[in-house]
């Protein structure tokens, strides 16, 4: 990916690189359901982050990573599928997740 120009107004360069990944984290529910399920941290707002990292925390965490800003709308895409077939039985290790999101990480 090539480095930013410069600084976002009123930002930093840094600030820059971090706005061109999203952070997500593929977990599973604790209790009774036990499904699969992704969170999209940097996608979190004040309304939700509170109770989203709180479910995050409770769960068992499967896989994490940071997305590509240019590759979002696919990458979600394919951890929708993931997390179907994860849900529906199928046995994915971490490995697996990282071959199938490598095209579109960070």
């Given at each position: 990916m090539p480095e930013p120009l410069g600084p976002a107004p009123g930002g930093t360069?840094?600030?820059t690189r971090a706005a061109a990944k999203?952070?997500?984290e593929?977990?599973?529910?604790?209790g009774y359901n036990r499904a699969y399920r992704v969170v999209y941290f940097t996608e979190l707002n004040d309304h939700n982050r509170e109770t989203e990292f709180n479910r995050a925390m409770a769960g068992e965490h499967v896989y994490d990573g940071f997305i590509?800003?240019?590759a979002r709308k696919d990458a979600?895409?394919?951890?929708r599928d993931l997390l179907s077939r994860l849900n529906d039985g199928e046995e994915l290790t971490p490995d697996d997740l990282q071959r199938?999101?490598?095209p579109y990480l960070a």
């Open positions: 360069v840094a600030a999203v952070m997500f593929i977990y599973r529910e604790g590509r800003e240019d979600k895409v394919v951890v199938s999101l490598e």
